[in-house]
């Protein structure tokens, strides 16, 4: 099933990157990852991608803080964002769908959760 | 005073999705079969429901279908959750046919908590928005509606729609990517008019989507059902 979605993923620990790489690209999708907030904010300067998959602890900045940062800004308020999240962090969580997170997903995670939550995602963003 | 309904057939689960939720200002009540909740809406539509998809005799995609085809619970926030090894397809259908968010099980307590939470939220911050909007806009795709002035505007040109079929138009709308019957079209829409029959509803339907020409297609037929306004 080819798809011509882009999605950016921002995420710090290099073994979650590598998976989920792998596993949007198995579902079709192009996948761009990074480490850290200020080169995923680089990267959505060169491209605005279809979802952002972004890490709520990252070395640089909280998860919470680029979420508002990606809702005030216009070119990335409208891009759907689903936040990875460990249980500890789970309170943090709520906040952020308040600032405008789509969805999140908790790590370690389930891969049909996964792919499905992307997907879900995805499909009630189509237009 | 909130009313949390769940409808799970296994005791234990229904115990603990009770615990991990109830809290002040909470009242949870527990259904162990589609009939029992079913019949516990004629005195009082909860403000949540938590739906086992796997309930013995009625699947849960039906159960979802019944109670988005009814008005009264058609807005209704539904979080559903699903178990069985075999459920991919469930689960996303889940969501097309009107869940709000979905589970699976094994789940984490405190996600749990959580989604219910975030989609009881949500749901306020929704019905408060309905209700202060005065001069609300409908922005869809390439379609403005102005509501109060009940101009309909497709790719920068009016169109222009009879009073029933505007009526139609927002009513879908506003129920998009849920199923909607007939019936259900007959008595929102047409007000229960007793003249008009669901042939009604079917012509209209068809002179909607001519009028709105490619986005037309956006309105689907559900066979044996209704339409749904999928986006």
């Known amino acids: ?127 | 005073m909130i009313t949390i309904a769940i409808l799970e057939d296994d005791p234990d689960m229904a115990d603990l999705m009770g615990s991990l939720i109830s809290g002040d200002g909470r009242k949870v009540v527990t259904f162990s079969t589609a009939g029992k909740f079913l019949d516990s809406l004629d005195k009082k539509i909860p403000d949540f429901l938590v739906l086992d998809m796997n309930l013995p005799g009625i699947s849960g995609k039906d159960l979802l279908r019944v109670l988005r085809g009814n008005p009264r619970t058609s807005r209704l926030p539904i979080l559903s959750v699903s178990g069985s090894m075999r459920e991919i397809s469930d689960v996303v259908s889940g969501l097309d046919l009107g869940a709000d968010d979905y589970l699976r099980k094994p789940f984490d307590n405190r996600e749990f908590r959580i989604r219910v939470d975030s989609l009881l939220a949500r749901s306020r911050r929704q019905s408060a928005a309905s209700e202060t909007a005065a001069d609300e806009e409908i922005a869809v795709g390439p379609l403005r509606i102005s509501l109060d002035s009940r101009v309909v505007i497709l790719e920068k040109r009016a169109v222009n729609l009879a009073p029933l079929e505007f009526e139609l138009l927002i009513y879908l709308l506003r129920q998009r990517n849920r199923v909607i019957s007939r019936h259900t079209l007959l008595e929102n829409v047409w007000k229960g008019d007793p003249v008009m029959s669901t042939r009604a509803v079917d012509k209209r339907v068809e002179i909607l989507r001519s009028k709105l020409g490619k986005f037309g297609s956006h309105i689907e037929t559900v066979f044996g059902i209704g339409y749904v306004f999928k986006l």
């Open chain 1, 1 to 127: 099933m080819k798809s011509n979605k882009r999605i950016l993923v921002i995420e710090d620990e290099a073994d979650y990157r590598s998976i989920v790489s792998q596993l949007l690209e198995k579902e079709g999708f192009a996948a761009v990852s990074v480490e850290t907030a200020s080169e995923g904010i680089a990267e959505l300067a060169k491209r605005i991608p279809d979802l952002i998959i972004l890490d709520i602890g990252l070395p640089d900045a909280s998860g919470l803080d680029v979420c508002r940062r990606l809702r005030s800004d216009p070119g990335t308020a409208g891009v759907p964002i689903i936040l990875f999240t460990v249980r500890s962090e789970l309170g943090q969580v709520s906040q952020a769908l308040e600032y405008g997170a789509t969805d999140y997903i908790l790590k370690p995670f389930d891969i049909r959760t996964f792919v499905e939550r992307v997907k879900a995602v995805l499909k009630s963003e189509d237009r």
